[in-house]
Structures are given as C-alpha cells and as structure tokens.
C-alpha cells in the first residue's frame, strides 16, 4: 500500500496566515491525490482534487499543487472557519490511503 | 440536494455481523462508484472499500478482505456494508461517500460501530 505521510501534524495559526502543509507519498501518484478538510463531529469536505483542481464552492484561499511524490495545500489568507483538520489521499491505486491528518489550531 | 444517509451501526459482540445501509438521493446513483471510509474513535480516516457503477468491481483494504463485502442496489439507490466477524478494532464511524474522479466529494454522516463485549 501507498503510505502518505503529512507534515506537520498539527500547529498553531492566526487568522490572516498563509499555512502550507505537506503531503509525500512512499511511490509517485501522478496527480492523483485529494485534500480534504474535518470538522469535529463532521463528515469530511473535498477541497481539492485531481492535486490542484479546487471543487465547486471552495473559496479561492485554498490552492494545491504537487505530482509525483510531494504536494502542498495552502490557505492563503486563514479564516477562523478555517480551523480544523486537513488529510491528503491517494487514489492512484488501491487500497487508497490518507495520510495521518493535519490539525490548525488557533494561535 | 445529494444526501447520503448511513444506518446500520449499533454495538456488537467480538466475531459478530452487523449490515450497514447508505441511501443516496440528488443524483443519478447507477453512474457513480461509491465508498465506504471509517474513522476510529479520535483517529483519522481509513479507506475501507468502493464498488463500481454497475458492481462489477469491488476493492478492499486488506484488513477487512474475506470478512467485509460491500454491495448496491442501483435499483434502491443504496449502499451496503455487510461486516462479519467484526473485531475491536473495527470500531469506528462508518461514512458512505460518491465518487467523483476518484476522489470522494460527498459524504454522509456516519453511523458509528462499536464492537464490545
């Protein structure tokens, strides 16, 4: 199985930031790697798909880039409906993997 | 409005079966792969299973292969996650999410699973 592994774990923002965090896949997935965002107590949301393709009725703030092994979603400017936890998955082969997550907290 | 709508979940003893069942409602059913992910108690996610559009493809996460088997019923517009010999480690909120280019852009709300003597 592909392992994805997120960096950092967790860290501390404030509203008005640009945050990156990092996802690494253990073998190259192309393009195919999603980002999603978690709320407590909520279903997951897709941010963004395909690497960098920003699904319908995520604001602009949020960008992903990356092929192969490394990729990044950044929040340009953090909003305090921002605060939550972020994972990455693979979808390039089965079984598809998330990486650990990456929880924003509020400075 | 897409909607997904897990039930099924509820506590079970060590090396029983549960079935859980995803209704979909807001878009065309047949057309799209579906998912089963799973979220133990204070952890992440962890992909479990998906099935293809017409069911003719399904694949497992290998802790769960010869014990779980995912099925649908295009014509019910549903979902199922039969579990068998469920162990504690199974524990965890089950969510249904629909495909979209492989990744999943809507989900349900969960149901939660735990298994406990």
């Known amino acids: 199985a592909i392992r994805m592994t997120q960096s950092p774990s967790s860290f501390s923002a404030s509203t008005g930031d640009r945050v990156t965090i990092t996802c690494r896949a253990s073998?190259?997935?192309?393009?195919?790697l999603a980002w999603y965002q978690q709320k407590p107590g909520k279903a997951p949301k897709l941010l963004i798909y395909?690497?960098?393709t920003l699904q319908s009725g995520v604001p602009s703030r949020f960008n992903g880039s990356g092929s192969g092994t490394d990729f990044t979603l950044t929040i340009s400017c953090l909003q305090s409906e921002d605060f939550a936890t972020y994972y990455c998955?693979?979808?390039?082969?089965?079984?598809?993997?998330f990486g650990q997550g990456t929880k924003v907290e509020i400075k | 409005e897409v909607q997904l709508v897990e039930s099924g979940g509820g506590l079970v003893q060590p090396g029983g079966s549960l079935r859980l069942s995803c209704v979909a409602s807001?878009?065309?059913?047949?057309?799209?792969?579906l998912s089963w992910v799973r979220q133990a108690p204070g952890k992440g996610l962890e992909w479990v299973t998906n099935?293809?559009?017409?069911?003719?493809?399904?694949n497992y996460v290998d802790s769960v292969k010869g014990r779980f088997t995912i099925s649908r019923d295009n014509a019910k517009n549903s979902l199922y996650l039969q579990m068998n010999s469920l162990r504690a480690e199974d524990t965890a909120v089950y969510y249904c999410?629909?495909?979209?280019?492989?990744?999943?852009?809507?989900w349900g709300l969960g149901t939660l699973v735990t298994v406990s003597s």
């Open positions: 999410a629909k495909d979209h280019y492989g990744a999943s852009d809507y």
């Open positions: 807001g878009f065309t059913f047949s057309t799209y792969s």
């Open positions: 099935i293809k559009q017409d069911g003719s493809e399904k």
């Open positions: 073998q190259g997935i192309s393009s195919y």
């Open positions: 395909a690497a960098s």
């Open positions: 998955q693979q979808y390039y082969s089965y079984p598809r993997t």
